[in-house]
């Protein structure tokens, strides 16, 4: 059975690759805005992430006004802002101010991240091959590397004030909320709201989550759509689609359920050269996992030369096997099955090469084999 073909959108680090600078990523990413818009996908969002060399997407909201400034159509957003470290009026401060200058076109993405707790580990289990065939790996464990890394610690005291206490998410969401639709009452009786576009041309708010955690149950709750992580935490995107099916709410802003699911992807003219293209994952991923941070993204032979453990191994398997590497044929049908097996009403597509050229090729070859 063929799956629906539902929207697809694009979630883009703004990655910096070998011998390369930072200013070249930024070009490549507003060269790829326009790329894909043209080629017809939905959204384009920028993640949030800090002090990586090889990622330089640290601030979406000044990505997002540099990506709107060189498109037309194309929703834009972020994937996601990271609460943990935010209050909640400079989030809607920023994002009111992106939708009075692209109306309608904005996108909201919450998460937890930076300085919030984390999520309860998940259950401990074997791989499992889900009825439509798609790939659920183990639950990552090692977060003793990455979390007690002096890199780490370094990214926590910089971006958290000292006796800084975490606002209950929920509640940070709502104030958002009010904030952008000029609800927001103080204890004192005053009503606040900030600058943003007219009603229906305000940002969309949505939740990312990696569980069935608190982000699946606010956005379940609040009745707003949700973001699912199958290319970080492949092993709970079930788990968190079913909390959020199971607490939704109707609301004001969406009626139904609305689930997209991120995946990470690399698409060529065949399975093999698709497979040399993405040679640089694995270390990629490392380089996350062990504390040191991104490094800039290596060439195919670059990553040849890299010399790996089996524990090293362990450590990136389950990012490693449920990445999407192949021609165009094989991409869709395991995005086909990916969409069965969540349900999802929409893909988030996230690819990194080394070469621009090849980044940029993979999404048109995408689309073109996705149809509209």
Known sequence: MTARRVPLSVLDLVPVTSGTSPGDALGDT??????VEAAGYHRYWFAEHHFNDGVIGSAPALLIALAGAVSSRIRLGSGAVQLGHRTALSVAEE???????????????????????PAAPAPERTSYTTPEGLLIPPAFTRWDRLLGSPRFTAYRDLLVWPGAENVDYDEQVGTVID?????????????LAVPAAPVGQEPQVWILGSGAGVSATTAGRRGLPFAANYHVAPSSVLEAVRAYRESFVPSPR??????????????ADSDSAARTLAAGYAPWVHSIRSGQ????????????????????RELVADRVDTQFVGSPKTVVEKLEVLQRATGAEELLITTITH??????????????????
């Open 254 to 267: 969406s009626e139904k359920p609305w689930v997209q699911v991120s995946v990470d992807v690399v698409v």
């Open 179 to 191: 904030l952008l639709t000029g609800k927001h009452t103080t204890d004192g009786g005053v009503d």
């Open 30 to 35: 507003l060269n790829l805005v326009r790329n």
């Open 95 to 117: 994002f009111g101010l992106l939708s009075i200058a692209f109306p309608g076109r904005i996108d909201l993405g919450l998460g937890r991240s930076g300085g919030a707790s």
């Open 293 to 312: 941070g991104a490094i800039n993204y290596p060439t195919p032979a670059e990553a040849a030369e890299f010399r790996t453990t089996a524990e090293d």
């Open 355 to 372: 070469d621009h050229t090849d980044r940029v090729r993979s999404y048109d070859l995408l689309a073109q084999a996705w149809g509209p």
